[in-house]
């Protein structure tokens, strides 16, 4: 395919392909470079697009590095351009490639091109009216200030003549002044409407009408560079893409109560960056971040917007979900858990969270974990057997397979896949047929595993649990303890540290000093008491096997009805009393939840199996669950 005659002296001649959308010129890119890749930042290809006779200076837009990083766009290669912007430099054109084909490698340059723009041929291209304005880049806009701060025309004044003003005069220095829009069209300052689609690193003036679709809480931060608040918001416009937005300290009392989930908006005077996939899973590769002096105005809503868009996978295609992924999921809400707290690892901070069950068409349950106040509020929004989209869950592999968080819930939305799923599970769902759940396994906390979900202690060798998964397996079954060890030196316990804020919250181990005192390496105390935490080994059964388990502090004072390590340390030299606090938990069943891992202990590998929850048998459910699966086989 030959090259484009003349192409380079007209394509320099365009703002971009909204001039003439007829013209996708072929190319020669007679060298790429890799620019940037410094502190973090996403790196950048510069190309020179050749037509045989002239070249240019171009860049490829970020969604193309693939292309270089795969090798299917190298030196030499031979482009159709179907989308482009010519932004101008320092007084010099510079293509910019949105979207391109690769047609081949003849592997040679063609011709003997020259620089169009040392030919004189090149002038800086001028926007006819009503076209649209060319960008110009962030990073080099023009020195020339306008006549007044806010880019407005001054009027003339014809017995005066003010002199030229310093643009660098603090006069005209905009880090207080909004830059206020004024115009028709729709739009500020007459500016035509930006499809989110088309936005992109080298645009600083355009306008986004869209519908806010989720907004999170405020958030705050405090490091070493200072501390403040942000929020974000998810926006939603008429070419079905989203794109998130963040606002920052003094936005954040501005716009917070403005911004309302459902509401259309015409925003503008925000930055554009390239999204941070970490923590954005909108589908725009670029984001949005919104100051004090930005212009946001509720318009109203004329029904080209969406009020919202799904995604939707179904429960039964999570097993193949790539884990990190975020999906939406449209289900019926079968089980509301009780709210939680836990501390964070990480941080120490007390987080609240609550689990739901839910389950679609498919005949398959997962467990969903929301934190924060989606977690405490959960009875409230939700109750059993409500229809409700998801939007962006977590998927996880923590007990299984499970999702986390979710940036909007949406009760039975109005689209057809809710009336479908409402269909089936009032003539199906509801009838309690055959189930399988994703998260049986589920981790510690959240809602034990059903009657049908449990496994039994042989299930443990029989399935290989805790060799396959780094985090280790879950599993819930009916046991009892048949031996508790009792005897270790000191007493069935650890010291712990007495201090009860944090770090320690009384869970971190201290050490006594020659001096009496405790010592704690975590929060660096020194105290003349210390308390005490349940830690023992022992077995368990049922009818199939025998294992040994792990009690915790937590699980320990369920299985001795309440009673700390403290009381029973009090009666430590008293033989029988201490002995009768085992005695009396010696064959007792409970219902178990267990972790089972593979650790290397001693440079030998050692599967243990900790318990994380134990529930009482109640003993007339029991009895009521298992004449429902008998009376399955009757049917």
């Given amino acids: 395919m030959s090259l484009t005659t003349g192409g380079i002296r007209k394509i320099i001649s365009m703002s971009s392909t909204s001039t003439d959308a007829a013209f996708q010129p072929v190319f020669q890119l007679i060298s790429i470079k890799a620019v940037g890749n410094s502190n973090g930042v996403r790196r950048r290809f510069r190309a020179v697009l050749s037509d045989g006779t002239h070249f240019v200076q171009g860049m490829l837009a970020t969604q193309l590095n693939h292309m270089v990083e795969s090798q299917e766009l190298q030196n030499n290669s031979l482009v159709s351009v179907s989308d482009f912007m010519n932004n101008s430099i320092q007084g010099r054109n510079v293509i910019i490639l949105l979207k391109i084909s690769v047609l081949g490698n003849p592997g040679e340059r063609i011709g003997a091109p020259s620089d169009i723009e040392k030919a004189g041929a090149a002038q800086p291209s001028s926007v006819p009216s009503g076209a649209a304005v060319k960008a110009a880049p962030m990073y080099n806009r023009t020195n020339t200030p306008p006549n007044n701060a806010y880019g407005r025309t001054k009027p003339s004044d014809s017995s005066s003549q003010s002199p030229p003003k310093n643009p660098y005069s603090p006069a005209l220095n905009r880090t207080s002044a909004p830059i206020v829009h004024q115009g028709v069209s729709g739009s500020p300052g007459g500016n035509p409407i930006t499809l989110i689609s088309q936005l992109n690193m080298y645009q600083n003036r355009w306008v986004v009408k869209a519908r806010v679709v989720s907004k999170s809480e405020i958030k705050t931060w405090s490091n070493a560079r200072g501390e403040g608040s942000l929020f974000s918001i998810e926006l939603l416009d008429g070419s079905g893409m989203d794109i998130k937005a963040t606002f920052f300290k003094e936005a954040v009392d501005k716009f917070f109560n403005l911004v309302q989930v459902g509401q259309v908006y015409r925003l503008s005077g925000g930055r554009i960056k390239v999204a941070n996939l970490q923590y954005n899973t909108c589908k725009s590769q670029f984001e949005l971040n919104f100051d004090q002096n930005s212009e946001i105005c509720l318009v109203d809503d004329d029904g080209d917007i969406q009020t919202q868009t799904f995604d939707l996978v179904k429960i039964a295609d999570l097993e193949q979900a790539e884990v990190g992924r975020n999906v939406d999921v449209l289900a019926v809400v079968q089980d509301i858990g009780d709210v939680q707290s836990l501390t964070s690892k990480k941080t120490g901070r007390e987080l609240q969270k609550c689990d739901l069950t839910l389950i679609d068409d498919t005949g398959v349950q997962v467990r969903l974990t929301l934190w924060g106040n989606q977690a405490t509020s959960a009875k409230v929004d939700f109750h059993p057997h409500q229809i409700v989209a998801f939007r962006k869950a977590r998927v996880g592999d923590f007990g299984g397979t499970s999702l986390s968080g979710t940036s909007g819930v949406f009760v ?27 998260s049986n ?4 906390g959240g809602k034990m595993a059903s009657f049908t979900e449990r496994k039994s202690i042989a299930d443990i060798k029989n399935e290989n649990l805790g060799y396959n998964n780094e985090k280790g397996d879950y599993l819930s079954f009916k ?5 508790i060890k009792k005897d270790k030196e000191g007493g069935a316990w650890y010291t712990a540290c007495p201090n009860k804020e944090e770090p320690c919250r009384n869970r971190c181990k201290v050490t006594q000093t020659t001096d009496g005192n405790w010592q704690c390496d975590r929060c660096q105390g020194t105290y003349p ?28 004072m369920t299985l001795f009805g309440g009673a700390t390590a403290d009381e029973a340390h009090a009666q430590y030299d008293n033989q029988d009393i201490y002995d009768s606090y085992f005695a009396k938990a010696m064959h007792t069943e409970w219902i178990l939840k267990c972790k089972v891992k593979n650790e290397i202990v001693n440079d030998e590998p050692r599967l243990k199996t900790q318990v994380v929850r134990m529930d009482p048998v109640d003993y007339a459910t029991e009895c009521r669950d298992l004449l429902t699966e008998i009376n399955k086989f009757r049917m």
């Fill in 479 to 483: 046991a009892h303890f048949s031996f």
């Fill in 412 to 438: 039975e939305p109005k689209i057809p896949e809710t009336g479908n799923l409402k269909h089936w599970w009032e003539t199906q769902g509801s009838k309690g047929g055959a189930v399988k759940s994703l």
């Fill in 529 to 556: 008491e210390c308390t005490r935490k349940w830690i023992f080994s022992g077995t368990v059964a049922d009818d199939t096997a025998s294992t040994w388990v792990s009690v915790f502090d937590d699980q320990a």
């Fill in 441 to 444: 396994t589920s981790g510690s």
